[in-house]
């Protein structure tokens, strides 16, 4: 079975580089969501940075791993705010949820029902498994969940 998978459309990082948020991400739509840490206030200079180009924000807090709960509000965050731009702002668990919120959206879809499997598998997700670990279901075909079609690019910088 064939699969495709596409990551961020551009990743810049280095000393200065915050501010060169606003114009890429001004190039891509008009209203970001912008996927911050535990401490959305880390984030303030960027979401200045982002409004001086006249941008909307949106801040959603994806605080520890993004279980599939978080993954969900943040989708519904950015379609109640008609986001079109999806930036992940911190660690390791916003940059992951806002990819997999980025990649809900592109899709124009749910995110996934995780399958519920036996003894390891039913433990697992009453303990909320995350998304990060869930989403190999979506690349790689397991559990019947349907594919990222090749169109679909979420907006994600």
């Known amino acids: 079975m064939a699969y495709e998978f596409s990551t961020a459309q551009k990743i810049v990082c280095g000393a200065g580089s915050l501010v060169e948020a606003g114009p890429i ?9 912008l996927v911050a840490g535990a ?15 006249a ?33 992940g702002f911190g660690g390791g668990s ?32 009453r303990r909320g498994r995350t998304l990060h670990r869930d989403t190999h279901y979506l690349r790689h075909g397991r559990g019947g969940h349907a594919q990222t079609p090749s169109s679909a690019r979420p907006n994600m910088a």
């Open 25 to 33: 991400a001004a190039k891509l739509g008009r209203r970001v969501l």
């Open 94 to 125: 916003p940059v992951d949820a806002a990819k997999a919120i980025a990649a809900i959206l592109g899709c124009g879809g749910d995110p996934p029902r995780l399958p519920r499997g036996r003894r390891r598998g039913q433990a697992a997700h």
């Open 39 to 53: 401490n959305t206030a880390r984030a303030s200079h960027l979401v200045e940075v982002l409004r001086a180009a």
């Open 55 to 87: 941008l909307s924000v949106t801040t959603f807090q994806a605080a520890g791993e993004p279980i599939v709960q978080v993954v969900s509000d943040g989708v519904s965050a950015a379609r109640e705010s008609g986001c079109d731009v999806v930036i």
